[in-house]
């Protein structure tokens, strides 16, 4: 896994900058009752898709948490006084403390730890509110391009945020699913010399970068036309969920 502490003062402009955070944000909002007050932005990372929740929508509290500290310290300057320093599988707030709380680009990091990151969010959320969260990010990025064919036999890990094991582990914690949306990954596209390159960083688990099996891959995007030529972006997945009144 990246760290992202050294991570946090790129991480932004590595990943679409703003116009991703504004598509991302923005289907966010169509998912957040117009009567929700409060919301928790889990693991929100630099703040970029945080504080446009909170300018959108004057009336709701928003509150951001993250644990690592270079994201937080980050976030923290986007929206003062309104990020906390926290692990999102043991979240520092009461029970039924907020009407929705949000989690983007989080599951698909864990493993083990899916299960108690959604039973958290649950039992902050008060009855009738809802969880928001992004769904089988991996396969997002897979568009039928030239680089998904080179890349298809490489060694996958189970995705820990496939959408029926989400759904699975939201009903045990009283959350029904209440509808989705999706949101275009703007300016995340693969070329071939940009995955090659985060191969060789290790950005693909299961291919270390000093495995032969990731220079195989890269030297394979090597051999693509339009090496710098960006194929089509993701288009990522949104499920909200309502707990149960």
């Keep these: 896994m990246l760290d992202y502490n050294k991570e946090a003062d790129v991480y932004d402009s590595s990943r679409g900058g703003e ?48 644990l690592t500290y270079g994201m937080a310290r980050m976030a923290a300057a986007r929206l003062p006084g309104r990020v906390v320093l926290a692990d999102s599988r043991r979240l520092p707030f009461p029970d039924a403390a907020f009407d929705a709380v949000t989690s983007i680009w989080l599951l698909h990091l864990l493993d083990d730890d899916v299960a108690p990151v959604i039973a958290e969010c649950a039992r902050v959320l008060r009855p009738g509110g809802v969880y928001i969260t992004t769904v089988d990010k991996a396969a997002s990025h897979d568009v039928g391009s030239d680089i998904d064919e080179v890349l298809a036999p490489r060694p996958r890990r189970a995705a820990p945020d496939e959408e029926a094991l989400v759904t699975a582990h939201a009903a045990a914690h009283g959350l029904r699913p209440a509808g989705s949306a999706t949101f275009t990954g703007v300016g995340q596209g693969r070329s071939p010399r940009s995955t090659a390159a985060d191969l060789r960083r290790g950005w693909f688990t299961r291919l270390p970068p000093d495995d032969p099996l990731t220079e195989h891959f890269a030297t394979s995007l090597g051999s693509l036309p339009d090496q710098n030529r960006r194929r089509a972006d993701p288009v990522f997945q949104l499920r909200v969920y309502r707990k149960r009144d």
């Design 19 to 66: 116009p991703r955070a504004a598509a991302a944000a923005e289907a966010v909002l169509r998912l957040i009752p117009e009567g929700a007050r409060s919301l928790l932005d889990a693991a929100c990372g630099t703040g970029i898709v945080t504080r446009r929740l909170a300018a959108a929508r004057p009336a709701l509290r928003v509150v951001g948490a993250d």
